[in-house]
């Protein structure tokens, strides 16, 4: 192993970060730019500091990405695997970007890494960690467990979640209505659109904290992966001696005290990707599914950040796109079923099946031509 190859990845990895900053950036913001209470500017500049602020904060996801899907006793995490599984996660990103559909850079990161995995190790099924089980079950390890469970489940906490909050804002205000006299004007659309546009504020920034917290963690797992795979095979011992913060430590893979440098990199780079905004995919979750107002942006917003919160400090790496999609639909449907543009919800639900299979055959189409070249490791 090459230190050039280590260097490759650390590029590639924070190119995927960059790109997943603003590819994932419409998730924190989107409902907050449709309701016009920031502009897109504003949003975005929230987001990039919130963001920034959640990336710093915990590494159970970092820790579940480094060494809970893939077995190295069965295939050794070489630079050319990891390059071709953010190659591959990277690759689905800007087709899904491109066509403005909210996809999961999570689970196109996941899906590289399996699919990489897997055609490195001659095929063998045994290079991915599909199922460990413990006992919590968040305990346990493997697709199952920390994908594939999480993928149907949190969605459908979100929209359900989002569903019953809005119902409960909604019955609220049709119980002031009914109270009269300044209760009942205290419930008047301009003075609840002011009010719930004040506190859509506070709903955005938690989404951008707990999007932080998940989605940058999963680039820090992965370059702590490398980082010890490099150093294990001595890639690392020619760095200058004012390097050496570079050494990543043993418990950055078993502890998952994820080395500073790492952590502050990724926070960094995913921060300036989120100023670069993502437009394409704020027009289809704001615009496209449902019409929205500071009221509904302000649950579906609140719904997201808990199941992003509580997911994150339980090492789950689930996706932000699924959730706060989910919970736009939760918050859309209490309003009314065909308040959902349902036949945006199909395209953004075939986008979210594809996404683990498709990155996945890309990253297996990238090793196995790799190897066609000569490549042995």
Same mark, same amino acid.
């Given at each position: 192993?090459?230190?050039?190859?280590?260097?490759?990845?650390?590029?590639?990895?924070?190119?995927?970060?960059?790109?997943? !900053?603003? &590819? %994932?950036?419409?998730?924190?913001?989107?409902?907050?730019?449709?309701?016009?209470?920031?502009?897109?500017?504003?949003?975005?500049?929230?987001?990039?500091?919130?963001? =920034?602020?959640?990336?710093?904060? !915990? @590494? *159970?996801?970092?820790?579940?990405?480094?060494?809970?899907?893939?077995?190295?006793?069965?295939?050794?995490?070489?630079?050319?695997?990891?390059?071709?599984?953010?190659?591959? !996660?990277?690759?689905?990103?800007?087709? @899904?970007?491109?066509?403005?559909?909210?996809?999961?850079?999570? &689970?196109?990161?996941?899906?590289?890494?399996?699919?990489?995995?897997?055609?490195?190790?001659?095929? &063998?099924?045994?290079?991915?960690?599909?199922?460990?089980?413990?006992?919590?079950?968040?305990?346990?390890?493997?697709?199952?467990?920390?994908?594939?469970?999480?993928?149907?489940?949190?969605?459908?906490?979100?929209?359900?979640?989002?569903?019953?909050?809005?119902?409960?804002? =909604?019955?609220?205000?049709?119980?002031?209505?009914?109270?009269?006299?300044?209760?009942?004007?205290?419930?008047?659309?301009? $003075?609840?659109?002011?009010?719930?546009?004040?506190?859509?504020?506070?709903?955005?920034?938690?989404?951008?904290?707990? #999007?932080? $917290?998940? %989605?940058?963690?999963?680039?820090?797992?992965?370059?702590?992966?490398?980082?010890?795979?490099?150093?294990?095979?001595?890639?690392?011992?020619?760095?200058?001696?004012?390097?050496?913060?570079? #050494?990543?430590? *043993?418990?950055?893979? #078993? %502890?998952?005290?994820? %080395?500073?440098?790492?952590?502050?990199?990724?926070?960094?780079?995913?921060?300036?990707?989120?100023?670069?905004?993502?437009?394409?995919?704020?027009?289809?979750?704001? #615009?496209?599914?449902?019409?929205? &107002?500071?009221?509904?942006?302000?649950?579906?917003?609140? @719904?997201?950040?808990?199941?992003?919160?509580? $997911?994150?400090?339980?090492?789950?790496?689930?996706?932000?796109t699924h959730n706060i999609s989910a919970a736009i639909?939760?918050?859309?449907?209490?309003?009314?079923?065909?308040?959902?543009?349902?036949?945006?919800?199909?395209?953004?639900?075939?986008a979210w099946i594809l996404t683990i299979p498709v990155?996945?055959?890309?990253?297996?189409?990238?090793? $196995?031509?790799?190897?066609?070249?000569?490549?042995? !490791?």
């Amino acid at each position: 192993m090459s230190l050039t190859l280590v260097i490759a990845v650390l590029v590639i990895a924070l190119v995927f970060e960059y790109i997943n !900053g603003f &590819h %994932d950036t419409a998730n924190s913001i989107a409902t907050v730019v449709a309701t016009k209470v920031l502009s897109p500017g504003q949003a975005v500049l929230l987001a990039a500091l919130t963001n =920034l602020l959640g990336a710093m904060l !915990g @590494t *159970a996801v970092a820790k579940t990405i480094a060494s809970g899907l893939i077995d190295t006793t069965v295939v050794a995490v070489t630079p050319e695997l990891i390059i071709c599984a953010l190659l591959g !996660g990277t690759l689905w990103n800007l087709l @899904t970007w491109w066509l403005g559909l909210p996809s999961s850079s999570s &689970h196109a990161l996941i899906g590289g890494l399996c699919g990489a995995a897997f055609a490195a190790s001659g095929s &063998h099924w045994d290079a991915i960690i599909w199922s460990q089980p413990a006992s919590p079950w968040y305990a346990g390890k493997g697709l199952l467990w920390k994908v594939i469970a999480p993928m149907v489940t949190s969605p459908l906490i979100g929209f359900v979640v989002g569903f019953v909050l809005m119902g409960l804002l =909604l019955a609220l205000l049709s119980f002031m209505s009914d109270a009269g006299g300044a209760i009942a004007r205290a419930a008047r659309p301009r $003075t609840v659109n002011a009010v719930f546009g004040k506190l859509q504020i506070f709903s955005a920034s938690a989404m951008g904290v707990a #999007h932080g $917290t998940n %989605d940058a963690q999963k680039t820090m797992g992965i370059i702590a992966l490398a980082m010890v795979s490099a150093q294990a095979a001595g890639a690392l011992d020619r760095l200058p001696s004012w390097l050496g913060f570079l #050494h990543p430590s *043993a418990a950055a893979l #078993h %502890d998952g005290a994820i %080395d500073v440098w790492i952590k502050l990199v990724c926070a960094i780079v995913m921060a300036a990707g989120t100023a670069a905004g993502g437009w394409r995919i704020i027009k289809t979750l704001g #615009h496209k599914t449902v019409k929205l &107002h500071p009221i509904n942006g302000f649950a579906a917003e609140l @719904t997201g950040a808990a199941v992003l919160g509580v $997911t994150s400090t339980l090492g789950i790496p689930v996706s932000t796109t699924h959730n706060i999609s989910a919970a736009i639909m939760g918050v859309g449907t209490a309003k009314r079923a065909n308040a959902v543009r349902w036949t945006v919800v199909e395209r953004m639900v075939w986008a979210w099946i594809l996404t683990i299979p498709v990155a996945g055959a890309i990253a297996y189409a990238l090793v $196995t031509g790799l190897r066609l070249a000569g490549w042995s !490791g």
